[in-house]
């Protein structure tokens, strides 16, 4: 069965790449003195099908029905049924929806790039099959020199400089440690979060070299209640495994620390947290407020909660995804992105300080600059803008 998944797979990635194309170069050639390109990074929230191009297992993939039939539909490689928080950033702010940053083919990096891919961990150890936040670095400075090439150093560093830069990492990097050491102490877990979050703010110090200065970061998910946990832990309807939150509070903290340490340290520098774990645990806890029927079992799977598996073998399938809070056992549904969005884009600062995303893609940087100290740049430390 996985083999033939995997063949209908590749017949798929043939048809998403030229649907995909059309729907991306449809758009009008973006270079005007508003426009403000968006550069992805992070796991399968944000992997718009990058794992599709690389030699992995299926399940680290979603290229088969009945991944992406609510919008696309047809499978495009997203976790879900239809868009992802990306996307709906990316209508937001008038962007054309990206091909994987890995399909071959023309691409429009003048609007920004997705390197996103599920699984993706950002300790390079943690995971080696899929593409971890360096790799996505790399990327970014492949793209970052394609720019150069074709707009010219003064025109490519505007770009990059305006820019937003979203993050969604972390989340598997605890995963793995909970599921690799349950028993951990309390100085190993804290010891774990340090270098995790060091290795974020080593990205994020990278990028802003590179030009780089709006960054955007969606914080660790609430977990404990995902249909995937439920199953695998065998527990009851109203019971939550409540350990994974202890490090995922942990490594939230601790960016929300770091990033106003990066404020005071790096010129220019301009952030926004979104705190997806909180307005996740309010989803769980009431549904009904957000329109939602099924919080603890997914749309799509095997199992009690239907909490793996989703399209292989033998799976169940509701018939109203946007009545479920989960596509499938850890991944929303394109109505609850959808929403998820509406307080990223417009939220206040109790879910997204000290800017919401809509504020960081219209901040000018040129008139911030303006009214900076002079003594700032007598450093040279701006010396690349």
């Known amino acids: 069965m996985v083999s033939a998944m995997q063949s209908l797979g590749f ?27 968006l550069f992805v990074f992070g796991d399968s929230v944000y992997d718009p099908g990058n794992n599709d191009f690389l030699n992995i297992s299926i399940v680290y993939k979603a290229n088969f029905p009945p991944y992406g039939e609510t919008f696309f539909k047809f499978p495009t490689g997203r976790f879900s049924d239809g868009r992802l928080i990306p996307d709906f950033v990316a209508k937001h702010a008038n962007l054309p929806y990206w091909k994987p940053y890995l399909a071959p083919g023309h691409h429009e990096f003048v609007n920004g790039a997705n390197f ?47 820019a ?13 440690f909970e599921f690799t050491k349950p028993n951990a102490t309390q100085s190993q877990k804290q010891e774990y979060t340090n270098l995790v979050i060091g290795n974020i703010t080593e990205v994020f110090k990278e990028i802003h070299k590179a030009g780089g200065r709006k960054f955007a970061f969606q914080n660790i998910a609430f977990m404990d209640c995902q249909p995937e946990t439920k199953q695998s832990y065998g527990l009851n309807e109203d019971e939550c495994y409540q350990d994974i939150s202890e490090l995922a509070l942990l490594l939230n903290n601790a960016l929300a620390n770091a990033t106003r340490q990066l404020e005071t340290q790096l010129p220019g520098f301009k952030y926004s947290i979104f705190d ?25 799977g095997t199992g009690t909660y ?18 479920y809070m989960y596509w499938d056992g850890e991944h929303l549904t394109e109505y609850v992105n959808s929403q998820v969005v509406e307080q990223l884009w417009n939220g206040g600062t109790n879910i997204s300080s000290p800017f919401n ?16 100290n002079a003594s700032e740049y007598d450093n040279g430390a701006l010396a690349d803008e």
């Open 306 to 323: 239907r909490g793996s598996d989703c399209g292989i073998s033998d799976y169940d399938l509701c018939s109203d995804p946007s009545t």
């Open 11 to 37: 017949l798929y990635n043939c048809v998403v790449s030229l649907l995909l194309f059309f729907a991306t170069t449809s758009c009008c050639h973006a270079e005007s003195n508003n426009h403000t390109a």
């Open 164 to 176: 937003v830069y979203l993050f969604s990492s972390g989340g598997n990097d605890c995963w793995l």
């Open 357 to 372: 995303m809509k504020q960081l893609f219209e901040l000018e940087l040129d008139a911030e600059i303006q009214i900076k």
């Open 276 to 300: 997806y774990y909180n307005l996740l645990f309010d989803m769980t806890y009431n549904p009904s407020k957000y329109g939602l029927k099924v919080v603890e079992s997914a749309c799509c």
């Open 116 to 162: 996103a891919s599920a699984g993706s961990c950002v300790l390079t150890e943690s995971d080696p099959n899929t593409i971890n936040l360096h790799m996505q670095l790399r990327y970014f400075k492949n793209v970052s020199s394609s720019l150069k090439q074709q707009l010219g150093e003064t025109k490519a560093k505007k770009l990059l400089k305006n």
